[in-house]
């Protein structure tokens, strides 16, 4: 092929190729700027431009809308679409299996938005920290949100020392955090919802802390402000999200 006519082929491709980026992602393959928000995060671009400490403040004002009835409307099959080939989360949020405490509704995230790990008691073993780690190393999630909730039933089963199958072995994942609030003389049990929520608060800071203790990986990257880890709880009677600390100095006082 004559070299003039390959030329005019190249131009067309590449005019053809502009048209369509342009209308399938018109924002996100361009350059974000620093702390400006992607609708859908469609883009490394996205993840570059948030810091972990922006990230949180996303997931806080997503909350505040949550809970004054200003959700976002999206357009859930074109987030689908809009992220099929590939994914740029912002955050991972550790929480409950509840059915009243689902992570993206309560923080008014999208689709591509964030990863789930969700056991009953919010604890974490082997499979979900290795499941952090590839959300954080591999995938480049910034932000590790423990996310407790208020009249959790797990923790209420941990403080009664409820036995039955499997659940036996992770209320005992549980038990140190129900050890670790002080008697103060009042009912220890699930009838006692103060102490319930107390619990439910330790449980989230030692869970915070197993991350950091037992994965040298995130530990790592939270010493080198890569990521940040954050404790949280939800209340199932008002929809609000409760921020304990974003120090890692201070979460270690538990
Ligand atoms: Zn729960």
Redesign the pocket.
Known sequence: MEAWIKSIFFAVAVVAATIAVAADKPATKQAVKPGAACETQNAKSCQDAMTPKMIMERFKSGNERFTSGKSTQRNYIQQVKATAAGQFPLASVVS???SR?PAEIVFDQGIGDLFNARV???IVNEDILGSLEFASRIEGAKLIIVLG?TS????KGACDDAKLGNLTALLSKIKPAVAAVPNDGKDRSSKNDAFVNMVAERNVRMTVQAIRDKSPVLKEMEQKGEIMIVGAMYDIKTGKVAWYSEAPAAAKKI
Not at 152 to 155: K, P, T
């Open positions: 409950c299996i509840d405490a009953a008691g919010n909730h959790c039933g797990a923790i």
